[in-house]
T-cell receptor
């Protein structure tokens, strides 16, 4: 069956460092992979989309890589700030999207 | 645009009662998704519509769950009869999906359902 795994439930880092979150998948060939941010009590908010024929995407302090051979995506936040603290979800699919369980990131000042 | 609108924001009901959740997608979007989120199972896709037509309802847990989209601006998710294990946050999301493609989804604020 299809499985989407995010590296850990929680990740704690110091302000200014780079946060790296991992999304692995099995038994799936997604055409797209997306990353979302979710704050407590709110719905997920879209951050980045990367297609299967793209290796890397950047947006301000965010960078996403997509390796279809390894079946893995890495999500980086550089120069992290306490305001980046949230749960980050990866989602992959074609017309529909299946979400991972999320990684809760805490950036400490 | 006000974004995706969901109502009610909170619902507390007793086991066996019928529950109806409502969603108004962003105007012009052609796809609508219903999700359920719990601590144990994360964010699960229940059903999605494209141009008001249900495309994939394989995530609907049981026959107690049903969803409709009578027009492009309104959808409902109904649970009848409700059970305590249905307690969760239910999200509606909409998207403008090109043919054969994929695009970002815009989520509503969710409905927190508690079944006693």
């Amino acid at each position: 069956s299809q499985k989407i795994e995010q590296n850990s439930e929680a990740l704690n880092i110091q302000e200014g460092k780079t946060a790296t979150l991992t999304c692995n998948y099995t038994n799936y060939s997604p055409a797209y992979l997306q990353w979302y941010r979710q704050d407590p009590g709110r719905g997920p908010v879209f951050l980045l989309l990367i297609r299967e024929n793209e290796k890397e995407k950047r947006k301000e302090r965010l960078k996403v890589t997509f390796d279809t051979t390894l079946k893995q995506s890495l999500f980086h936040i550089t120069a992290s700030q306490p305001a980046d603290s949230a749960t980050y979800l990866c989602a992959l699919g074609r017309n529909d999207m299946r979400f991972g369980a999320g990684t809760r990131l805490t950036v400490k000042p | 645009d006000a974004g995706v609108i969901q109502s009610p924001r909170h619902e507390v009901t007793e086991m066996g009662q019928e529950v109806t959740l409502r969603c108004k997608p962003i105007s012009g979007h052609n796809s609508l998704f219903w999700y359920r989120q719990t601590m144990m199972r994360g964010l699960e896709l229940l059903i999605y519509f494209n141009n008001n037509v249900p495309i994939d309802d394989s995530g609907m847990p049981e026959d107690r769950f049903s969803a409709k989209m009578p027009n492009a601006s309104f959808s409902t998710l109904k649970i009848q009869p409700s059970e305590p294990r249905d307690s969760a946050v239910y999200f509606c999301a909409s998207s403008l999906v090109p043919a054969g493609g994929n695009n970002e989804q815009f989520f509503g604020p969710g409905t927190r359902l508690t079944v006693l």
